[in-house]
């Protein structure tokens, strides 16, 4: 069962500095990112349940995390009361591990 999502709007602001970066190195590659993430959250929001809970995460929404194929990123998100698929970050795997986790109420 597929459901909606949407981006917390760090998120998205990150993932649009994220695109720019990567049109700024090579021509295409922004494009081939935002199709990864895309999949990637296609996948996640195709069956949220699928991908591991964040390491150490332990409480209530539950976090989990999807590779970006092709890149060295996670869609990081959680599953909303009304079944929404919330995207929290699209994360760098080396960066900064767990920074968006203010992003979610405790």
């Not at 999502?5 to 590659?29: K, N, Q």
């Not at 922004?30 to 964040?54: H, K, L, N, Q």
């Amino acid at each position: 069962m597929s459901v909606g999502f949407g981006f917390h709007p760090e998120a998205r602001a990150e993932f649009m500095a994220d695109i720019d970066w990567y049109d700024g190195r090579d021509a295409g590659v922004g494009a081939r990112f935002v199709a990864g993430v895309r999949a990637a959250i296609d996948s996640a929001a195709e069956a949220p349940d699928a991908w591991a809970t964040w390491p150490g995460w332990n409480r209530d929404p539950i976090v989990r995390s999807k590779g970006v194929t092709g890149f060295p990123y996670r869609v990081v998100y959680f599953v909303a009361e009304n079944g929404d698929l919330i995207v929290l970050a699209v994360a760098h795997s080396k960066r900064r591990p767990g920074y968006w986790r203010d992003r979610i109420s405790p």
